[in-house]
């Protein structure tokens, strides 16, 4: 099985050549047979190809059976018109790769708020208030005077319905409930019509607890006591934001895994960004990137009937709970010495 591997911008080729090292080894040891098809996305094909996402790029995208998305510094890209595609919001497009799925799990024992965390954040990523994708033409976002700017933001019942089905799915097998996040205090229609959806799929669960927080009580509640939660579902910005947040209480950014999938295709990427402060220096944390690829493994076990493929995913996902058990294996981020790449080896040798 041959998986496209963009390793993007800044850290993402370090961080990428360290997840490769990991999975060669699980694919040896479980027989997966996979191979990878690797290709230059942003700032270097900006520079030698006139695109961030040349379209030959896209059309691999397009056949793969999955893919691996190092981050990608798109604060750098200029306009869309100069080149500047931002390839994780126009693979989720044109994929429809609407689920943003992002576990947040206290891997070091407790969090950064001395409690447990451990749940997972359902994030509807193609539309919402993301001005590069959510208008069919244009942008959701323009200045009608050079003083006043205007951002639209955009929920459709399919896709509310799409992302709670996705999250009540993963709540049956795992502690059963559902936290449904937004601001229907203020943003009355249209996070009433997410609120609707939710509801409607709830009763297909009747097994599943629903609960309704607003956002800026959700982002207090998870600091007091993350413990509280399983499964969020929530829009494309509060999924970004509590996420982030998430990850870093259950230790560190660096250490969440995440997939944005739909029912045909699915990627892995890192939660991160492209760190361009530490780029270079092998120092970057690979974990994220590593359990993103370890998701994709179970997406792929499930799609292709290959229980193989989920057993090498919870066997990479035990080695990096291994190694960050001891400070002497964890890299610098975690007060550890080890580098990126050195990481990496010592997290393929416990597979
Ligand atoms: P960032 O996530 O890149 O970095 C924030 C801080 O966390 C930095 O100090 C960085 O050194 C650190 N950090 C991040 N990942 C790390 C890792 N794996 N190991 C150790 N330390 C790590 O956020 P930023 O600096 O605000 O953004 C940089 C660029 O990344 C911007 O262009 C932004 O748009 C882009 N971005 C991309 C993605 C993505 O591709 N999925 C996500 C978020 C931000």
């Not at 360290?18 to 996305?41: M, P, Y």
């Not at 760190?275 to 690829?293: E, F, K």
Request: with cysteine.
């Amino acid at each position: 099985m041959k998986i496209l591997v963009l390793p993007g911008d800044g850290i993402g080729p370090e961080i990428t050549k360290a997840t490769l090292a990991v999975l060669d080894r699980a694919s040896g040891k479980f027989k997966l047979g996979l191979e990878w098809d690797q290709r230059d996305i942003g700032l270097v094909t900006l520079k030698a190809q006139g695109s961030t996402l040349p379209d030959s790029v896209m059309e691999a995208a397009r056949q793969a059976p999955g893919i691996i998305l190092g981050p990608v510094d798109h604060l750098q890209y200029p306009a869309r018109e100069q080149g500047g595609i931002n390839p994780s919001g126009e693979l989720r497009v044109k994929l429809d790769l609407f689920a943003n799925i992002r576990p947040a799990k206290s891997r070091m024992g407790v969090g950064l708020t001395s409690k447990p965390v451990d749940l997972v954040i359902f994030r509807e990523c193609t539309e919402g208030f993301y001005a590069d994708r959510n208008m069919f033409f244009g942008r959701g976002e323009f200045m009608p005077t050079e003083d006043m700017a205007i951002a639209v933001r955009k929920v459709t019942a399919r896709q509310c319905n799409r992302i709670s089905r996705v999250a009540f799915e993963w709540a049956r097998k795992r502690r059963k409930k559902v936290t449904a996040v937004h601001k229907a205090n203020v943003l009355h229609i249209s996070d009433g019509l997410f609120l609707r959806e939710v509801r409607k799929v709830a009763q297909d669960y009747p097994d599943v607890e629903l609960d309704e927080k607003i956002v800026d009580a959700m982002a207090a509640l998870l600091v007091r006591d993350p413990s509280r939660f399983d499964c969020i579902v929530t829009g494309n910005m509060f999924g970004d934001i509590l996420s982030d947040e998430a990850s870093e209480i259950s230790g560190s950014l660096g250490l969440a895994g995440s997939t944005m999938a739909g029912d045909e295709a699915c990627c892995a990427q890192a939660q991160h960004g492209s760190a361009p402060d530490i780029q270079g220096q092998d120092r970057a944390n690979p974990t994220s990137l590593i359990l993103s690829a370890a998701m994709l493994l179970e997406w792929l076990a499930a799609r292709h009937q290959r229980p193989e493929f989920a057993r090498a995913a919870q066997v990479i996902e035990g080695a990096i709970d291994s190694a960050l058990q001891s400070a002497d294996t964890r890299t610098p981020d975690l007060g550890g010495k080890l580098g990126t790449q050195a990481f990496a080896k010592h997290v393929a040798g416990l597979i």
